[in-house]
């Protein structure tokens, strides 16, 4: 929706190290939303709350966490893009009062398909019914945590999101800190639950309190399903193409059973979450970049189209935006080399700390490295989508999807020696192609743009 650079130009321009540590909290948190925060959640429980549980009870809910948040993020993908991009139309067709409708009833079919769905998966598993119950409910609140997220990347008050979310996780973390010590697992999850409910709630209240008031829901959104069916394939297929290495080890031979069909895989789990970590700086970064002073650029360009100026005056525009696009490019292709080979040459150190066996460090090395190229292959389909180029994002998230699932399953073969190199692969292969595509499609950028236009 190019939504954060209209509230965050403003503190960007005012150039003092305060306003640029919020620019920079608040793009990191906005682009990574609960994942990041969920991380360092259960980072803080394990080192404070979980040592007085028994390990089978702590494993059980530190996977069903990890499932919540996979499942989660991968059947809300198809929803993602196509409400943005409905959302987006609203705003430029001025009409801001279907908003709070949209996010209505987005959280409807949100909790009607996750409350189903959720509870078919929990139905087999061997778990006490009061667990279930708050797993179902945690699946759900983060799930529905992802669709205002949708709402809140153009919101005002990026204070009050970060609020919600420091509050959120902090009494999660407190409830389950105490309720764990009287009930056990199921203290546990449930205290965390509550945390969860109270994001939810306070995200909500922020949707409403920025945008105006409509009244009832409506499910005109749907719609764009039948409009845009490539959005939604893009959004499910990235979606599910973070995840299936993951899944694919959980269900390997090497893969450990915690608790009825809840799998795990140790070191790989660990080393795909560090290594995403090491890259949410960097994209925070772009993200900043990106939304200010590009954004500024990429819309004299289209300007000067729809002003039906020279074809001189259009291609220096297109010549203003790339270059601004290089110079953001380059920055972060320099600050995270630094960051990728700083983790990389200290990894022996780090996972010597984390209590991790020194044996399993080629592993955490090469999930940071394929973890780099897995940023810039972000960064190439937000390009991809700002342009709107929706057959290439389907391609290029499809060519993600299938290339992590099949190097995956031969490194798997491998053997341990080549554990994350499926995933290195799959992302330099598509990023790789990406490019090409991407560099193809601005090079013939004027055609592609008129030649997309009505006839009539």
């Known amino acids: 929706m190019a939504g954060i650079g209209f509230r965050l130009r403003e503190m960007a321009q005012r150039k003092t190290f305060a306003e640029w540590l919020k620019l920079y909290t608040y793009s990191a948190v906005i682009f990574s939303g ?14 404070f709350a979980m040592p007085s549980m028994q390990d089978r009870e702590v494993h059980v809910f530190t996977v069903t ?19 943005t991009r409905y959302v987006s139309d609203q705003f430029y067709m ?41 797993a179902l409910g945690l699946y759900v609140t983060v799930s529905v945590v992802w669709v205002e997220m949708l709402f809140l990347s153009a919101a005002k008050d990026y204070s009050g999101i970060v609020l919600a979310f420091a509050l959120g996780y902090l009494t999660s973390f407190l409830l389950s800190q105490l309720l764990s010590a009287f009930f056990g697992l199921d203290g546990l999850a449930m205290g965390f639950l509550v945390g969860q409910v109270l994001l939810m709630v306070l995200l909500m209240h922020r949707v409403f309190a ?12 749907l719609t764009y399903f039948k409009i845009y069916p490539s959005l939604a394939i893009a959004g499910l297929a990235y979606n599910t193409a973070i995840w299936i290495d993951k899944i694919l080890f959980w269900y390997s031979g090497s893969g450990s059973v915690i608790h009825s069909y809840f799998r795990t895989h140790f070191p790989y789990d660990s080393a795909m979450f560090i290594a995403y970590v090491t890259i949410l700086p960097t994209l ?28 001189a005056l259009i291609l220096q525009r297109k010549a ?21 080979t700083g983790i990389f040459l200290l990894m022996p150190f780090l996972v010597s700390l984390m209590g991790i066996d020194p044996a399993d460090t080629p592993v955490f090395r090469v999930a940071v490295i394929g973890a780099f190229f897995h940023g810039g292959l972000l960064i ?25 699932a099949v190097f995956t399953l031969i490194t798997l073969r491998l053997g341990p020696a080549f554990y994350g190199f499926g995933y290195l692969g799959a992302c330099l292969l598509t990023l790789v192609a990406g490019l090409l595509i991407f560099r193809n499609r601005i090079r013939n950028l004027e055609y592609l743009t008129f030649m997309r236009q009505p006839v009539g």
């Open 65 to 83: 966490i990890v499932y919540v948040y996979c499942f989660s993020l991968i059947a809300t993908g198809a929803l993602q893009l196509v409400v």
């Open 210 to 221: 920025e945008y105006r008031f409509g009244h009832g829901f409506d499910f005109e959104f």
């Open 94 to 134: 001025r009409n801001p009062d279907s908003v709070v409708p949209t996010f209505v009833g987005a959280l409807v079919v949100t909790v009607l398909f996750q409350t189903v769905t959720g509870a078919l998966a929990l139905f087999f598993a061997d778990l006490s019914f009061l667990y279930k119950m708050t």
């Open 380 to 404: 190439l389909l937000i390009l991809i989508l700002y342009f709107d180029f929706r057959g290439s994002a389907v391609f290029v998230s499809l060519l993600f999807l299938t290339s992590n």
């Open 320 to 340: 203003e935006m790339l270059d601004v696009l290089r110079q953001a490019l380059g920055t972060v292709l320099i600050w995270q080399g630094a960051v990728t």
């Open 34 to 47: 609960p994942w990041l925060i969920s991380i360092m959640g259960l980072a803080a429980l394990s080192l």
């Open 284 to 311: 925070a970064i772009f993200l900043l970049r990106i939304e200010t002073d590009f954004y500024l650029r990429y819309k004299n360009y289209y300007g000067t189209i729809l002003q039906k100026a020279p074809l």
